[in-house]
T-cell receptor
Framework: AQSVTQLGSHVSVSEGALVLLRCNYS??????LFWYVQYPNQGLQLLLK??????LVKGINGFEAEFKKSETSFHLTKPSAHMSDAAEYFCAVSNGGSQGNLIFGKGTKLSVKP | DADVTQTPRNRITKTGKRIMLECSQTKGHDRMYWYRQDPGLGLRLIYYSFDVKDINKGEISDGYSVSRQAQAKFSLSLESAIPNQTALYFC??????????????FGPGTRLTVT
C-alpha cells in the first residue's frame, strides 16, 4: 500500500529565508509524486509533479522538489520565502497505471514572518 | 470561468437532514472524485468515478452516496447528516496526461456544517 508522511504540521520561516517542506513516501512501484498548495478559502492547486522524467522538478512560484529514490523523499524547497507563500502544502503519491488515485499527506501549514 | 465548480459553497444543515453537494466540470475529464478535508487529517477520498457507469467507494464512504449524472456532473449526498460530517468537501477531476500521471484538478470546495 502507498502512503505519504509529511514531517511537521506547521513550519514557520522569515521572509527571505529558505523554505523546506519534507515529504517521504512509501510505494511498491515507481511512484508519481505531487505537491499541491491550498491558499486560505481556496481549493488545491498543483505546484509541481514528478513523473520520472527528471529527478529535480521545478514548479510554479519558484518552488522545486527533488526526487530521491534511496531516501524515498520528495522534499519541497524555495530559496527565498515571500509573504504570499503562506498557505497549506500537501504532498501526494500515485502509482499511475489504470488506478492512478492519489494518496495525500496530512499537510504542512507554512507561515511566513515579516 | 472556473473549470471545476461546486455548489453550494457554504451550507449549514441540521442533524438528520438529507443534503446534496454538486460538482460540475468543463475540462472534459472522465474521472471525478469527492474528498473531505478535516484539520490535521489532510484529504480523504470518499468516492470516485472513472466514467458515468463506474462508481467506486473510497477510504471513507460510510454515510455518503454519489451519483454520476453525466460525464461533467458528479453529486455527493449525505442521506442523514450527522455533526461529524462537518468538514470541507472537495470535488476533483483527472485524466491521463502526457506524462502518464492522473494529475487532479480541484474545485473551490464546499464548507458544510451540521448542527
Amino acid at each position: 500500500a502507498q502512503s505519504v508522511t509529511q514531517l511537521g504540521s506547521h513550519v514557520s520561516v522569515s521572509e527571505g529565508a529558505l523554505v523546506l517542506l519534507r515529504c517521504n513516501y512509501s510505494s511498491s512501484v515507481p511512484p508519481y509524486l505531487f505537491w499541491y498548495v491550498q491558499y486560505p478559502n481556496q481549493g488545491l492547486q498543483l505546484l509541481l509533479k514528478y513523473t520520472s522524467a527528471a529527478t529535480l522538478v521545478k514548479g510554479i512560484n519558484g518552488f522545486e522538489a527533488e526526487f530521491k529514490k534511496s531516501e524515498t523523499s520528495f522534499h519541497l524547497t524555495k530559496p527565498s520565502a515571500h509573504m504570499s507563500d503562506a498557505a497549506e502544502y500537501f504532498c501526494a503519491v500515485s502509482n499511475g497505471g489504470s488506478q492512478g488515485n492519489l494518496i495525500f499527506g496530512k499537510g504542512t501549514k507554512l507561515s511566513v514572518k515579516p | 470561468d472556473a473549470d471545476v465548480t461546486q455548489t453550494p459553497r457554504n451550507r449549514i444543515t441540521k442533524t438528520g437532514k438529507r443534503i446534496m453537494l454538486e460538482c460540475s466540470q468543463t475540462k472534459g475529464h472522465d474521472r471525478m472524485y469527492w474528498y473531505r478535508q478535516d484539520p490535521g487529517l489532510g484529504l480523504r477520498l470518499i468516492y470516485y468515478s472513472f466514467d458515468v457507469k463506474d462508481i467506486n467507494k473510497g477510504e471513507i464512504s460510510d454515510g455518503y452516496s454519489v451519483s454520476r449524472q453525466a460525464q461533467a456532473k458528479f453529486s455527493l449526498s449525505l442521506e442523514s447528516a450527522i455533526p461529524n460530517q462537518t468538514a470541507l468537501y472537495f470535488c476533483a477531476t483527472s485524466d491521463l496526461g502526457d506524462s502518464g500521471s492522473y494529475e487532479q484538478y480541484f474545485g473551490p470546495g464546499t464548507r458544510l456544517t451540521v448542527t
